[in-house]
């Protein structure tokens, strides 16, 4: 079974920032959405997915999210602006185009971190 595991960073409109792991970030991104986990998310409407990255182990999601958690502010900031400068929600054209089963973009993985980081190009 392909499977592969996303670090994500969310953003309130404020720009108040969370970052996660998940198996699935279209689920995780609709239940952010939906104002579905209580808690910190919940309390300050962070529902706005501004950079993601696939991995193809667990192990190696956990120690990026682990890694990123730990950045000031500022470091955080610079990985969104750099792949995602004006901070748009890039899960908005994957749930406008959802018919059914996960359609996000599964990139082939590697050995760790795939080539593919923040939703560009």
Known sequence: ???????YIM????????TGVTNSLLRRTVQ?????IP????????????????????????????????????????????RNPTWADLSEEWLRLRTGKEQIPRPKTGLGMTARVGGRN
């Open 1 to 7: 079974m392909d499977r592969s595991y996303s670090v």
């Open 39 to 82: 808690g910190f998310t919940q309390k300050y409407r962070i529902n706005r997915l501004v950079h993601y990255e696939f991995f193809q182990y667990v192990r190696s999601a956990i120690a990026r999210e682990k890694q990123i958690k730990g950045w000031s502010r500022s470091k955080k900031v610079a990985l969104i602006e750099g």
């Open 11 to 18: 953003a309130s409109l404020s720009r108040r920032l969370y």
């Open 32 to 36: 952010h959405k939906q104002a579905q």
